[in-house]
């Protein structure tokens, strides 16, 4: 986990092709999909990001969704102890819900934002939340 924050901090810092590179390296490494799911969603999560065709992106964050449905809080818990699997949902959701908006197909979009408020209540309160909520809102108002 600490070579995938260091990677965002490079992407962070403007460097998007050698973050994107670092983290491609650590999904080979990792086995993919087949490897820890923990590291499997943060890495698919964080390389959608860094994907400069929405179709490339789209493909990341349903990896990072898949990923998630494999991992479980004990294994969560071992990296953090305040994380819940079901808290990440909202947000996977949201990202693929503005995926499909770019791509045109507001009707998937609307079912992923459903998706994303179901789970509203698995986010922890604060500033974190707010940045969810906030997000799914916009992205429904402009659908």
């Known amino acids: 986990m600490g070579r995938i924050h260091a990677a965002q901090l490079r992407a962070a810092a403007g460097e998007r092709a050698g973050a994107a590179a670092d983290l491609a390296a650590l999904w080979d490494e990792i086995g993919g999909e087949a490897g820890d799911p ?14 400069d065709d929405p179709a490339d992106e789209l493909e990341w964050d349903r990896r990072a969704l898949r990923a998630a449905d494999g991992l479980t809080d004990e294994r969560a818990r071992e990296y953090h102890s ?14 693929l819900a503005a995926d499909l908006v770019e791509l045109g197909d507001p009707e998937a979009a609307r079912h992923h934002l459903d998706r994303a408020e179901a789970g509203f209540a698995d986010l922890p309160p604060g500033e974190y939340a707010d940045m969810i909520t906030g997000a799914v809102a916009r992205l429904r108002a402009q659908l």
């Open 38 to 51: 923990l590291h499997a969603v943060s890495l698919a999560h964080f390389l959608a990001d860094l994907q």
């Open 82 to 95: 305040s994380l819940a699997v079901r808290g990440f949902y909202p947000s996977l959701h949201l990202n």
